[in-house]
Nanobody
Framework: QVQLVESGGGLVQAGGSLRLSCEAS????????MGWFRQPPGKEREFVSG????????YYAASVKGRFTISRDNAKNAVSLQMNSLKAEDTAVYYC??????????????????WGQGTQVTVSS
């Protein structure tokens, strides 16, 4: 049974930083691409960032590029999202997701069959 558990969300002032973590179990972690998505209040879930199984390729949504950094530690079955220079519009529930191994990063939610429960990030302006 695949389990993805996010942590690290919270309340932060605009301009601040947060680091989200996701611990995975029940899957051969290094054989899965991992993604971070978010769902702002009243909006659809959207892609934030993704990383290939060996960590060799990363991809970011335009809205977060240059501010967010995704990384993974396959020895610990964990993926992280370092979020800097946070803005009010980054407020959302953030989800970790796992997809099958691919040389490219999928951005559609339909490509990710496994999801965490989400962690709330609130940025006050």
């Amino acid at each position: 049974q695949v389990q993805l558990v996010e942590s690290g969300g919270g309340l932060v002032q605009a301009g601040g930083s947060l680091r989200l973590s996701c611990e995975a179990s029940g899957l051969p972690f290094s054989r899965y691409n991992m993604g971070w998505f978010r769902q702002p209040p009243g909006k659809e879930r959207e892609f934030v960032s993704g990383i290939t199984g060996n960590g060799g390729f990363t991809y970011y949504a335009a809205s977060v590029k240059g501010r967010f950094t995704i990384s993974r530690d396959n020895a610990k079955n964990a993926v992280s999202l370092q979020m800097n220079s946070l803005k009010a519009e980054d407020t959302a529930v953030y989800y970790c997701a796992a997809a099958g191994l691919s040389p490219t990063i999928a951005t559609a939610t339909s490509h990710y069959p496994n999801w965490g429960q989400g962690t709330q990030v609130t940025v006050s302006s």
